[in-house]
C-alpha cells in the first residue's frame, strides 16, 4: 500500500518538509520490496530508511537548538525513545528475524502521529530563527547508517 503525502503534514520548514517526505519515500519502497521479496533490497532499505530517519531527528532537534525552542528536551525524548526502537528492530533483524514490515509500520505511524502532535509545535520557533537569519536552513549531507547489515 503506497502511501501518499497529505499537506496538513507541511511544517512550512522545507528542508524538514523534504525530509519527511524522502522518509516516506523510503517507507514506500521498503514495501514494494517487501511485496517482491527481495531480501537483499529490504536490508538496503531497511539500512537507510533507519540511517536517514536517525539523521533527521538530529537535523530537526540541532534546528529547535539554535532557534531556542523551549520544549526542545521533552522533544529530544521522544526522539530517544523512537532511537531506542529503531536499535531494539535492527538487533532482532541481525539475530534473524524478519522486521522489515514492523519498521515500516512503526515509521508510518511515527511519521504521521509525530508531525501532527509535536513537530509542528516547534514551527514557529524555528521559523524565526530563519527570518532572523533572512535565509534558509541548510542540509547537512545525510550519512546513513548501517544498522540492518548482518556482518
Same mark, same amino acid.
Given at each position: 500500500m503506497s502511501l501518499h503525502w497529505p499537506s496538513e503534514l507541511d511544517t512550512g520548514i522545507?528542508?524538514?518538509?523534504?525530509? =519527511?517526505?524522502?522518509?516516506?519515500?523510503?517507507?514506500?519502497?521498503? @514495501? %514494494? =520490496?517487501?511485496?517482491?521479496?527481495?531480501?537483499?533490497?529490504?536490508? @538496503? %532499505?531497511?539500512?537507510?530508511?533507519?540511517?536517514?530517519?536517525l539523521s533527521h531527528l538530529a537535523f530537526e532537534e540541532g534546528l529547535m537548538e539554535q532557534a531556542g525552542y523551549p520544549l526542545l528536551e521533552s522533544h529530544r525524548r521522544l526522539h530517544r525513545s523512537f532511537e531506542e526502537s529503531i536499535f531494539a528492530l535492527a538487533a532482532r533483524h541481525r539475530a534473524g528475524e524478519a522486521v522489515a514490515a514492523e519498521l515500516a509500520e512503526l515509521l508510518r505511524h511515527w511519521l504521521f502521529h509525530h508531525i501532527r502532535s509535536t513537530d509542528h509545535d516547534y514551527v514557529p520557533a524555528v521559523q524565526a530563527l530563519l527570518a532572523r537569519r533572512a535565509c534558509a536552513a541548510t542540509e547537512r549531507p545525510i550519512r546513513p547508517r548501517r544498522l540492518f547489515r548482518r556482518r
Open positions: 522545507a528542508v524538514v518538509d523534504r525530509q =519527511h517526505r524522502r522518509i516516506l519515500e523510503l517507507i514506500n519502497l521498503l @514495501e %514494494v =520490496h517487501l511485496e517482491d521479496g527481495d531480501p537483499e533490497a529490504v536490508e @538496503e %532499505v531497511l539500512d537507510e530508511l533507519a540511517g536517514y530517519t
